[in-house]
Antibody
Framework: QVLLQESGPGLEKPSETLSLTCTVS????????WSWFRRAPGKGLEWIGC???????NYNPSLRSRVTISVDTSKEQLSLMLSAVTSADTAVYYC????????????????WGQGTTVTVSS | DIQMTQSPSSLSASIGERVTITCRAS??????LSWYQEKPGKAPKLLIY???TLQTGVPSRFSGSGSGPDFTLTISSLQPEDFATYYC?????????FGQGTKLEMK
C-alpha cells in the first residue's frame, strides 16, 4: 500500500521560502508524476504543479514565478519550495500521485497525503 | 483556466437516502473528470475517475456519469461513513482545477 507523508515547518515568516517534503512509502517514486496541491482557509483546492520522476515539471501559471518542485528518487521523496511567501500562502499543503497519464486513468490523482498545515506569519 | 461549478455547496440527507451532486465545467472536458471524498484530517480519497469509473475498493453505491461540461456523482443509499465533503476536478488541461466542494451533512 503506497502512502504519502508531507512534512515541513508549520510556520513561515513573510518573504521567506517555504520548503516541504513528501515521502513515498510502500512503493516507488519511479514511473509516475507527482503533484502538490493546497487549500487556503475558506478556499478551494488549488493545483500547484507536478513533476515526473525523471525531473520534468509543470507549474500552475499563477505560482510559476515562485515555485520549484524537485524529486529525489534515491530517497523516494519529492519537495516543494515556494519563495517570497505572504499570508495568502497560508494553507494545508498536500502531495499526491498523479496525474496518471497511462491507460484509462484520464490524468487523475489516486493517492494523497493527509496534508500539512503551513501558516505564514511574523 | 477551466472553472468547475459544483452544486449544491451543502446538502442535508438521511441514512439510506439517494443523493446527487452536480458539477459543470466552463468548457468541454470530455471524460477528464474525477470525484474525491474528503474528511477532516484525512487524505482526500479518489472515488471516481474518467467521469464514471469506480476506483478500486470504493463501494458500488457510488457512481458517476456525464461528459462534456455536465457531470453527476450519485450515492445510491447513504451510509454513516459517507458524510464528508465531495469535490469534482477536471484533468483535461493544466492548471487542473476543482469545484468548490459539496458538504454532505446528516439531516
Amino acid at each position: 500500500q503506497v502512502l504519502l507523508q508531507e512534512s515541513g515547518p508549520g510556520l513561515e515568516k513573510p518573504s521567506e521560502t517555504l520548503s516541504l517534503t513528501c515521502t513515498v512509502s510502500g512503493g516507488s517514486i519511479n514511473s509516475y508524476y507527482w503533484s502538490w496541491f493546497r487549500r487556503a482557509p475558506g478556499k478551494g483546492l488549488e493545483w500547484i504543479g507536478c513533476i515526473f520522476y525523471s525531473g520534468s515539471t509543470n507549474y500552475n501559471p499563477s505560482l510559476r514565478s515562485r515555485v520549484t518542485i524537485s524529486v529525489d528518487t534515491s530517497k523516494e521523496q519529492l519537495s516543494l519550495m515556494l519563495s517570497a511567501v505572504t499570508s495568502a500562502d497560508t494553507a494545508v499543503y498536500y502531495c499526491a500521485r498523479g496525474p496518471l497519464t497511462t491507460g484509462y486513468w484520464y490524468n487523475t490523482f489516486d493517492i494523497w497525503g493527509q496534508g500539512t498545515t503551513v501558516t505564514v506569519s511574523s | 483556466d477551466i472553472q468547475m461549478t459544483q452544486s449544491p455547496s451543502s446538502l442535508s440527507a438521511s441514512i439510506g437516502e439517494r443523493v446527487t451532486i452536480t458539477c459543470r465545467a466552463s468548457q468541454t472536458i470530455g471524460s477528464y473528470l474525477s470525484w474525491y471524498q474528503e474528511k477532516p484530517g484525512k487524505a482526500p480519497k479518489l472515488l471516481i475517475y474518467a467521469a464514471s469509473t469506480l476506483q478500486t475498493g470504493v463501494p458500488s453505491r457510488f457512481s458517476g456519469s456525464g461528459s462534456g461540461p455536465d457531470f453527476t456523482l450519485t450515492i445510491s443509499s447513504l451510509q454513516p461513513e459517507d458524510f464528508a465533503t465531495y469535490y469534482c476536478q477536471q484533468s483535461y488541461t493544466t492548471p487542473y482545477t476543482f469545484g468548490q466542494g459539496t458538504k454532505l451533512e446528516m439531516k
